[in-house]
Each structure stands twice: as C-alpha cells, then as structure tokens.
C-alpha cells in the first residue's frame, strides 16, 4: 500500500516507485482511502501548489489538480458502478475499454484516462528539473539523436495537436521510444501503441490562465520542469515488461 509519505518519497527519487509499484497501481493508492466514494480516488499532489513557480503557476497547479482531476476520479466511480470491472486496475481498464457496455464506454474511456493520464502528469513534473540520465538518457540519444532532438519533437507533436489533447514520448517494450499525440484524454495504453513515460497535457485548463493562447511558451516551460527521476523508473518498467 502506498502511503502518503511514499508518494512523497516517490515524486523525489522516483526509482522507489519500482520497489513498491511497478505498474503504477493506482489501485493501490486508492485503496489507501478508507471513505472513498468509490474505488478510485483523487491522488494527493506531490508537492505544493506553487513548487513549479515560475514555469508553471500555482493557481493553474490548484484547479487542474483539486478541479478537472477530481471530476475525472468522481465521474469515473459514478460510471463504473455495475460493469464488471470496479476491481480491475486504471491501466487494466484502459486496456478493456471494449469489453465495458456500450453505453457507459466513452465516458469511462474519457474519465478513466483523465485519472491515469493526470495521475502520471503530477508525477512527471518537479521543481528541480534538469536533463535525462542513465537508461532513459540512453533511449533518448539513441531514438532522437539526443535530448533537444526529443523536446523538438515532442513540441511539434503538441502544437500540432488540435484542441484538447496530450503530446507522449512512449516506450515499446525492446525501449525504442516514439512520439504519439492523442485526442481528449486517450492514451497509448488503449491502443497498445506503447507505454508512456513522459506526456504534456495540452488542454487549454493546463496553461491558459497563465499563457493564455500561447501553447508553445506553456510546452517550454513544460521542459524545465520534466522529473526525469520518475520518467527513467516508468522507462525501466517498461522496458522490463
Ligand atoms: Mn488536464
């Protein structure tokens, strides 16, 4: 069970996350909260509002997590209910998406990948920065030439992306990365194009009260502010799938 404090603990080197969630069983966190509305619940956020002042701005920090996540966790336990699968992991019914009836699927594709998308964004983010080391480093260099090759595409990918949606850096499981830009709150778990390590929500809800209408400022700062500790653990876990 993860405790608050493993969060913590997790968000700051985030290779403990392999010794005590290796497929990121949001499940297990959820379970953790003993009122739950139902078996999902909203993750606490890593680290304080403003920790990623000045890039990203803690107003935007607050809303995004307290508002549009928690809508996600809560619309996800309403729609849930009655389908079969309200043990089964995020990831597993992502992965499922077909098999829940037809009338509740596209708002748990929309909810269940808001969570899972959102639950990994906290995550991929830090105060303190800094560029790709050991293994995933490695990756980067030898899919995009080097790091600026992979942020160059990755902001292409995310200013290419019309209206809301999100610009990856997914993994297959041999650790060659790709680019992959989704719609809404679609990930490549559905599809089983690849395993996201790093990912940019580009919904107007993650920049605009900062930056307006300017995507690409948003996606700049985005860069200074990766947690490439965390991101290498998700790329060791996929790899070893
Ligand atoms: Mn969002």
Redesign the pocket.
Known sequence: MLTRRDMIRTSATGAAILLTAPNLSLVAQDKDKEKAAGPFTLPKLPYAFDALEPHIDAKTMEI?HDK??KTYVDNLNKFIVGTGMETKTVEEILANLGKLPEKVRGPIRNNAGGHYN?TL?WQMMSAKGGAPTGAVAKAVDASFTDADGMFKALREAALARFGSGWAWVVSDRAGKLKIVSTPNQDNTLMDGTGTPILGI?V?E??YYLKFQNRRAEYIDSFFKVINWDFVGSLYTAAVKV
């Open positions: 995004h549009h996540h959102h964004f929500d919904w809800h993650a």
